[in-house]
């Protein structure tokens, strides 16, 4: 055989690229408000969570958002009184470019086809697949209840954490009731969302952006807090969820994690388009998740963090860093604010958060479009070194320590505290938030590779051209799929399950499976694959040197192109079989 292509993509199924709706944007935290024409939605959350081992969690929450700034408002559920600081989007943008899925198609020739054919493989796209006005609030103590218990500032945001006293009424009123007094926007939060956290005596944290701060200074909150194992409370979320929001998140800790009160999903990879991986990932999730009534989590990586040392911070971000802090800038300031724009500002992940914040705090008397314009071309583009922006060199590297470096550093000594990660990724709409997800750690799971890789053998002969000749491809799960020309055969739809099983998974043993689809996904593909023409079929009607013409269905052969008795007999035991467990005991 004949190696002579290679199909790759890398699929980010979190983020702009793995949604269709671009411009909305989370609010965060798990829930947010608004109302009107600007109402606030929720359209994906990342998460890092790490398990110290003590009873406390560190959770950094990626908060994003589309909306006017005085419309924020950031409500959690807390056990107790957390530490809250700041990391950065770039961090999470890093950590999902290391450990996306990958699909990998190797293609090789098997026989020889005709002369001189003209057979060029696509390429395929690798790409990633993915708060409010008035900042006084209330004393420490009042009459209404409520009691606040810690408050503080984190880079562009203000925060409360308050304790509400079930003695003096509702808990959920009474919150409600104090934070609309307080300005956090929560119009559309009923007190239903709140009663069952309030009722096991979680405090909330409520978070929104100062007075001098836009939307865009949005940037995730890293909180540390007593609890024994990471949960996410996303019945919160359904306030303002968008249809299939995506949930990815990152556990740290020293094994795999599992998903204990959700499902394990494995996908059907037969379903992913290998030629372009990126265009139907999501939608394959999807639908694995709502045959988990959207309640089950697909594992996409699981692995030591040895690979992830240097993902976040790198060794060369710390020597750039330790650069600019030891060279003298009082008279070449104009060389530092070029040097802090190449490494903070047009870096390979785009301008690291922060980096506005500790140009207006350095320079309080530089104008904001000459900070745009400084951001958009470098110090020489506005002043030369003569008619330099009042600032100290001294006053811009600590700014930048608080705003920009530490948080990227802080999360990057995080991942190394820990010797695994588990990435896990889901999709849910607002009517499945009805269970919180909770995770914990099983030692005896094996790891779980981010890269996929197929195997496609192109079945040549002398009388066929070799972009005509039929082809196989052996799948990582062992399904085996034919077709012809450069397009995907197998589509999805109802009558093909999207999971190859569902798993339920606790901190010990390989779990049960509680579904598995294996046997009907083999007899669907074999029904499809068998009207694939041979090479010999195809040599029959093909003269040598010939182009043959394409039947029109021929390059889109799928699971609903023929519907023998066999298919249609199988297609109603598995939908018989789909009904009666769609709803598995959690």
């Known amino acids: 055989m004949v190696r002579t292509a290679l199909y790759c993509a890398s699929i980010a199924a979190f983020g702009a690229l793995a949604f269709s709706s671009a411009d909305a944007f989370a609010c965060g935290g798990f829930f947010c408000g608004g109302s009107g024409p600007q109402q606030v939605n929720q359209a994906a959350e990342r998460i890092i969570f790490a398990e110290h081992g003590d009873g406390s969690v560190t959770a950094i929450v990626q908060i994003m958002y589309s909306g006017p700034s005085d419309r924020f408002a950031w409500i959690l559920p807390v056990p107790g009184i957390p530490e809250v600081g700041l990391s950065s989007n770039v961090a999470f943008s890093a950590l999902q470019n290391a450990t996306n899925p990958q699909f990998q198609m190797n293609t090789t020739v098997e026989g020889e086809c005709a002369p001189n054919d003209q057979f060029a493989s696509p390429t395929a796209n690798g790409a990633d697949a ?8 209330a004393n420490n ?7 606040v218990v810690d408050r503080g500032s984190a880079g562009p945001y203000d925060y409360v954490v308050i304790q509400i006293d079930g003695a003096a009424g509702d808990k959920s009123q009474l919150a409600l009731d104090w934070l609309t007094e307080n300005n956090f926007q929560v119009t559309d939060v009923g007190p239903d969302l709140l009663a069952p956290y309030l009722d096991e005596n979680y405090n909330l944290l409520a978070v929104r952006l100062q007075k001098s701060s836009d939307a865009g200074a949005i940037r995730p909150l ?15 979320t359904a306030v303002a969820a968008n249809e299939d929001m995506g949930v990815m998140t990152w556990l740290l800790g020293s094994s795999r994690a599992v998903p204990v009160n959700y499902k394990a999903l494995e996908i059907n990879d037969a379903l992913i388009n290998w030629f372009n991986p990126t265009s139907n990932y999501n939608d394959v999730v999807i639908a694995a998740a709502n045959e988990a009534s959207g309640q089950g989590f697909v594992t996409e990586y699981a692995d030591t963090t040895a690979d992830l040392g240097q993902v976040v911070f790198t060794t060369f971000d710390e020597e750039q860093w330790e650069f600019l802090n030891t060279r003298d800038w009082s008279n070449e300031r104009a060389a530092m604010l070029d040097a802090t724009m190449s490494n903070y500002v047009w870096s390979q992940n785009g301008m690291w958060d922060g980096v506005r914040e500790a140009f207006e705090k350095a320079m309080p008397n530089v104008s904001s479009e000459d900070i ?16 330099m922006p009042d600032f100290e060199p001294a006053v811009l590297l600590a700014a930048l320590d608080e705003f920009v470096v530490a948080p990227m550093r802080d999360t990057q000594e995080l991942m190394d505290e820990f010797s695994y990660v588990t990435r ?12 919180d997800p909770s995770f914990d750690y099983n030692p005896d799971l094996a790891e779980v ?7 496609r053998i192109i079945e040549c002969h002398p009388d066929i051209l070799q972009q005509d000749a039929p082809w196989r491809v052996e799948l990582p799960s062992g399904l085996l799929v034919r077709g012809t020309g450069n397009s995907w055969p197998i589509v999805q739809d109802e009558m093909m399950p999207a999971t190859l099983s569902v798993s339920e998974i606790g901190t010990s043993g390989p779990g049960t499976v509680v579904r598995d689809n294996l046997q009907i996904i083999q007899d669907l593909l074999a029904t499809a694959n068998a009207i694939v023409p041979t090479r010999e079929e195809m040599a029959g009607t093909n003269p040598v040197g010939k182009r043959r013409d394409r039947p029109s269905n021929c390059s889109s052969v799928g699971a609903t ?7 249609v007999f199988a297609f109603i035991g598995w939908r018989r079989r789909r009904r009666s467990t769609t709803q598995v005991p959690s």
């Open 561 to 567: 192109s023929v519907l023998s008795p066999l298919l």
């Open 141 to 147: 103590t009042n009459n209404s209840g409520v009691t």
């Open 130 to 137: 993915g708060v409010a006005e008035g900042n006084n609030v």
């Open 449 to 455: 590779s981010n890269v996929h890789i197929a195997e």
């Open 372 to 387: 745009d314009t400084l951001l958009g071309c470098g110090a020489y583009c506005i002043w030369d070194s003569g008619n």
């Open 222 to 236: 890293r909180l540390k807090y007593e609890t024994e194992h990471p949960m996410i409370p996303i019945k919160l």
């Open 424 to 435: 896990m990724y889901t999709t849910l709409s607002a009517h499945e938030m009805t269970l």
